[in-house]
């Protein structure tokens, strides 16, 4: 645990990121930091200087860093131990780590394509069932979990990324149904294309947003206690629309 400040409140809430280097979990950050402690948790967590800086400016009582290797799932109860030694029981923790991957080459390798699923599934199942089995037992807490809309109906172009996003979205909201009436609650975010690091270089699709668009929906979401939030709005009756696409034509959608 690397400290960043040289005080902390010991009563503030603790905001930890989950992949604090994503640029979509520190603009969220950033909307939580006010009197809170937050810990980003990521690799190189000793080179997340501008990312502490972004947190701290934004009102946060104390910054830390933590290690944290998303797809060491053996290590995810000693990570979160870390963080509630330090600074005390987690009020929201926020899952902002995945990878897009290659698709192409996910289609002939399969260690790729398995860990391109292990990263944006397993690793987010291992860390959620940890997390909320600790919330439960508290009786209270917040859990936000990033889908998206290529799990909605996943496309031929990008199938690898699409499906892992689709059990995730699957995992969660069963996760929320049975965490109804435990005092903790899970809000799952499904953003349509974000103009970020992730896709740079890509083409940008019809109605994309950008991490601080898709950051202030969570946070206003999340503040409302909502279980879902689609970013932006108009992308839900889109989805409901592309049910309809005969196969024929749905496999030839771009990604």
Known sequence: MNDTTD?????????????????IGVELATRLAAGATVVLA?????????????VRAAGAAAVHTCE????????HARVIDTIETAHGPIDTAVLAFGVL?????????TAHAVAVVHTDYVAQVSLLTELAQRMRAAGRGRLVVFSSIAGARV?????????????????????????HGTGVQLLIVRPGFVIGR?????DPAPFSSTPAQVAEAAAAALAAGKRAV???????PMIFVTRFVPASIWRRMPR
């Open 7 to 23: 005080t902390a409140d010991p009563v503030a809430a603790v905001v930890v990121v989950f992949g604090g280097r994503s640029e």
């Open 198 to 202: 992730m896709t740079e270089g890509m």
């Open 155 to 179: 496309r031929r172009a990008n199938y690898v990324y699409g499906s892992a996003k689709a059990g995730l979205d699957g995992f969660a909201c069963g996760l929320g149904d049975a965490l």
């Open 42 to 54: 990521a690799r190189g967590a000793d080179r997340l200087a501008d990312e502490v800086a972004a």
């Open 68 to 75: 944290f290797d998303a797809d060491d799932l053996a290590g």
């Open 101 to 109: 991957g290659d698709q192409a080459r996910a289609e002939t390798d």
């Open 230 to 236: 689609w970013v932006p709005w108009v992308i839900r």
